[in-house]
């Protein structure tokens, strides 16, 4: 119960790592508000969840839902602990529109940002407001590997995630510069398996080559779990961590701690 009593919000709640945020965070403890644009899959999720769960229909793009949203959690509990911007985009979603640097139409680029971006500058500046009255809570936003790398093929998604790296780190120093104990601290997962990566992988044998094909640059050779992102966040949103702000965390199966280690060969096969 590491998060017993803190009342916490996680936007993009409804599906991937963030119902697994939300998830956690009601087994230890906290009580959690489940926030997502798709307002039917948020109350299912947080129907599954028990009495400790309740949902908030949320656009992260429109700031006057962010107030009325965190109205409705301090007019119920008096204050928020915790807040997760989870909420996100790649660009890809309703189809195969190109994001690279000279095709990426301005439309598409101003679209991921609003989401990824705007989101997470208004999650921040109304959590900080909301947080104020105790002087005292976790900010944690959700970036990505690709806010640490390019990423040709997905321009936006990766200038969007490095704002996100780069803003984190203002909060964290505005926040201590008015002398709150408000940390602000960011998760960098890398290839997590989420429904966002089901159209890209098949079905059957297609599906076992081309999960293997995602992870061949990842030494653990592997997809990361939803879970294990939430287990970072439960640190971060606790109190063991009340001496950790401005600080990223990267989740990669070690990708960014250079060349990918080559699986070890026997002493019978060809170097």
């Not at 109205?71 to 602990?81: M, S, W």
């Not at 926040?175 to 398996?193: D, T, V, W």
């Not at 081309?210 to 592997?222: G, I, Q, S, Y």
């Amino acid at each position: 119960m590491r998060l017993e009593g803190k009342i916490a919000h996680v936007t993009g709640a409804a599906r991937g790592i963030g119902a697994a945020i939300a998830k956690a965070f009601v087994r230890e403890g906290a009580h959690v508000f489940l926030s997502d644009i798709d307002a039917t899959a948020v109350d299912a999720m947080s129907a599954s969840l028990g009495a400790n769960a309740s949902a908030l229909a949320l656009d992260v793009r429109e700031e006057d839902q962010w107030r009325d949203a965190h109205r409705k959690i301090r007019d119920r509990f008096g204050r928020l602990d915790v807040l997760v911007n989870n909420a996100g985009i790649t660009g890809f979603e309703s189809g195969s529109a190109r994001h690279d640097p000279e095709h990426a139409s301005l439309a598409d680029w101003r679209a991921v940002h609003a989401t990824n971006l705007d989101g997470v500058f208004l999650g921040c500046k109304h959590a900080i407001s909301a947080m104020r009255p105790s002087a005292s809570g976790s900010i944690i936003n959700i970036s990505s590997r690709s806010g640490i790398v390019g990423i040709p093929a997905a321009a936006a998604y990766a200038s969007s995630k490095a704002a996100v790296r780069n803003h984190t780190k203002t909060v964290a120093l505005y926040c201590a510069e008015q002398g709150l104990r408000i940390r602000c601290n960011s998760i960098h997962p890398a290839a997590i398996l989420t429904p966002m990566w089901e159209p890209m992988l098949g079905e059957g044998a297609e599906r076992e080559a081309n999960m293997a094909a995602f992870v061949a640059d990842t030494p653990l050779r592997r997809f990361g779990l939803p879970e294990e992102v939430a287990a970072i966040a439960i640190m971060l949103a606790s109190d063991e961590a009340t001496y950790i702000t401005g600080a990223e965390i990267h989740v990669d199966g070690g990708i960014l701690a250079g060349s990918a280690a080559s699986p070890a060969q026997s002493q019978d096969e060809p170097r």
